[in-house]
């Protein structure tokens, strides 16, 4: 297949581009600098772009099979955080125009208030404050996905951690 990966230069998007070209795709990774993605393959080309302009980015979704977004943006406790909703609103865009109709994107295990049940006291009252705001944006993109995006094939992953281990089945 051909992947193109958005947040490629984050720990989790370096995880997903290796695994992709270990199993043979053809991987587009899109960075802001592209001399810092210090993965090198035949199967992989970087490529520079903004990913908040559905211009700049239609080019190189141009024939791909599909998006895989493991964006991740800075915690903020003093302004709203929108780059989850800015950077999928042009991703969909660049999609439509280049006719690429499957999109996964990570987010987070708490961007639903139900599953705050299951954390532990830790998690509730000192973690989530701390990236509320992040995780409202998660879940407004989800949202946008769902309300505006339904002619497109989409998957949000949630993972309830990340670690910088071997991988698992």
């Not at 208030?113 to 954390?119: G, H, N, S």
Request: hydrophobic share 40%; proline share 4%; charged share 20%.
């Amino acid at each position: 297949m051909k992947l193109l990966v958005l947040g490629a230069m984050g720990r989790t998007g370096q995880l997903l581009v290796r695994q992709a070209l270990d199993q043979g795709h053809r991987v587009k990774a899109i960075v802001r600098t592209p001399s810092k993605l210090t993965i090198q393959h035949d199967n992989l080309k970087v490529v520079k772009a903004n990913i908040f302009s559905a211009d700049n980015l239609r080019e190189h979704f141009s024939e791909q099979d599909a998006i895989m977004s493991c964006l991740g943006f800075p915690i903020s406790i003093f302004s709203e955080v929108t780059g989850y909703t800015e950077s999928i609103k042009a991703i969909t865009l660049a999609m439509h125009e280049a006719k690429v109709t499957r999109i996964i994107a990570m987010t987070s295990w708490c961007t639903k208030r139900e599953t705050l049940k299951e954390a532990s006291w830790t998690i509730r009252w000192l973690l989530i404050p701390l990236i509320r705001k992040l995780l409202i944006n998660m879940q407004e993109m989800e949202n946008y996905l769902n309300n505006e995006c339904q002619d497109l094939k989409w998957t949000v992953v949630r993972p309830p951690g990340l670690q910088n281990a071997p991988k698992t089945g």
